[in-house]
């Protein structure tokens, strides 16, 4: 989606005079926390809490709790929630003393974490949402998160989650070539069209990667740096990548390893033989996972009727 689009529809979002519970997903590293705080953080009351990864229930309640505080008290220390119920039910209070005429933005970053298993954020928020939330007409309530498993089995796909209360759900993609170059201009660096398109191939439209680039240096300097060197920005960023997003990293990154070194792509059959599976659901999941994470593309052959 084009950056003026993205703004247009957050702008119809924002005015509309309902409570809307927006879900925003899409690749790591694409830009979700900066376009939503950027564009939402001046226009109301702000509330954000961003999930931490590998924390406990607790640390994530305290997070919350101090969240609250800044939004609503000047930063005093609060009791600390126990439960997601009760952290809910503290949020619900704050919003119902606060004047009707302000937009009230509630922003909730790396869900995935947030929702632990067994933590009961879901359903907590969930309930937030049908019995406050949406009864006002001045709510924003924004979940946001990596294109993970997580978030596409319970947000994105239409089985079961939140999916059925979920008003508008957007997917953040990379900057096309065309605001690539915008960002690099933007950003002072001096590439002609060939040096752009070399970045662009290796970096691919994400800001987060392209911010790394250094004046003055030519595309081939900068992905030397940045790809090859000791210290290298890029240089760990795969196992990073891929630890945050999937929790069973290891056959994920085995698949696109074997991808990526066959220009023509592999069929099913040799998949399977790469993480020594059978056929059927693990693959299938893994394939998808990486599908709508941003990472593959699955296409037909030629003349040939089924997926291979
Ligand atoms: N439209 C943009 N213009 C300028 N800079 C941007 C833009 N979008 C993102 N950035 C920069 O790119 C970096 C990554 O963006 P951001 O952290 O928002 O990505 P993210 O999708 O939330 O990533 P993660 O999945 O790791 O949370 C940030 O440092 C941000 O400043
Ligand atoms: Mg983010």
Redesign the pocket.
């Given at each position: 989606m084009e950056?003026r689009l993205k703004k247009k529809k957050l702008s119809e979002l924002f005015h509309s005079n309902e409570s809307e519970f927006i879900a925003v997903y899409?690749?790591?590293?694409?830009?979700?926390?900066?376009?939503?705080?950027?564009y939402f953080q001046e226009k109301g009351i702000y509330f954000e809490v961003t999930g931490q990864l590998s924390a406990k229930v607790s640390d994530q309640l305290e997070n919350f709790s101090q969240s609250l505080a800044n939004t609503f008290f000047q930063g005093i220390e609060l009791q600390k929630p126990k439960t997601w119920k009760q952290a809910f039910n503290q949020l619900k209070n704050e919003i119902s003393k606060a004047s009707s005429s302000k937009k009230i933005i509630l922003f909730f970053?790396?869900v995935p974490w947030l929702a632990s298993r067994k933590s009961g954020f879901i359903s907590a928020l969930e309930y937030f949402w049908n019995t406050c939330a949406s009864r006002y007409k001045n709510i924003k309530l924004i979940v946001?998160?990596?294109a993970s498993s997580w978030m596409i089995q319970k947000i994105v796909n239409s089985k079961g989650g939140l999916h059925n209360r979920i008003t508008a759900s957007i997917r953040?993609m990379p900057?096309n070539l065309v605001e690539t170059k915008a960002?690099c201009n933007?950003r002072g660096l001096n590439l002609n069209d060939r040096q752009l398109l070399d970045i662009y191939m290796i970096m691919g439209g994400?800001?987060?990667y392209?911010?790394q680039l250094k004046k003055g240096l030519s595309a081939i300097q900068n992905i030397n740096e940045i790809c090859f060197t000791k210290d290298g920005f890029l240089v760990n960023e795969f196992d990073r990548l891929y630890d945050?997003l999937f929790d069973d990293s290891k056959d994920y990154k085995a698949i696109v390893t074997a991808l990526s070194k066959k220009r023509k792509g592999l069929v099913r059959k040799e998949l399977l033989a790469v993480i020594g599976a059978k056929p059927g659901g693990k693959l299938h999941r893994i394939l998808k996972n990486l599908e709508e994470a941003g990472f593959i593309d699955s296409y037909q052959a030629y003349k040939k009727k089924h997926k291979e």
């Amino acid at each position: 989606m084009e950056e003026r689009l993205k703004k247009k529809k957050l702008s119809e979002l924002f005015h509309s005079n309902e409570s809307e519970f927006i879900a925003v997903y899409g690749r790591r590293r694409v830009g979700k926390t900066y376009l939503i705080s950027e564009y939402f953080q001046e226009k109301g009351i702000y509330f954000e809490v961003t999930g931490q990864l590998s924390a406990k229930v607790s640390d994530q309640l305290e997070n919350f709790s101090q969240s609250l505080a800044n939004t609503f008290f000047q930063g005093i220390e609060l009791q600390k929630p126990k439960t997601w119920k009760q952290a809910f039910n503290q949020l619900k209070n704050e919003i119902s003393k606060a004047s009707s005429s302000k937009k009230i933005i509630l922003f909730f970053d790396e869900v995935p974490w947030l929702a632990s298993r067994k933590s009961g954020f879901i359903s907590a928020l969930e309930y937030f949402w049908n019995t406050c939330a949406s009864r006002y007409k001045n709510i924003k309530l924004i979940v946001c998160g990596s294109a993970s498993s997580w978030m596409i089995q319970k947000i994105v796909n239409s089985k079961g989650g939140l999916h059925n209360r979920i008003t508008a759900s957007i997917r953040l993609m990379p900057f096309n070539l065309v605001e690539t170059k915008a960002f690099c201009n933007y950003r002072g660096l001096n590439l002609n069209d060939r040096q752009l398109l070399d970045i662009y191939m290796i970096m691919g439209g994400i800001p987060h990667y392209l911010r790394q680039l250094k004046k003055g240096l030519s595309a081939i300097q900068n992905i030397n740096e940045i790809c090859f060197t000791k210290d290298g920005f890029l240089v760990n960023e795969f196992d990073r990548l891929y630890d945050s997003l999937f929790d069973d990293s290891k056959d994920y990154k085995a698949i696109v390893t074997a991808l990526s070194k066959k220009r023509k792509g592999l069929v099913r059959k040799e998949l399977l033989a790469v993480i020594g599976a059978k056929p059927g659901g693990k693959l299938h999941r893994i394939l998808k996972n990486l599908e709508e994470a941003g990472f593959i593309d699955s296409y037909q052959a030629y003349k040939k009727k089924h997926k291979e």
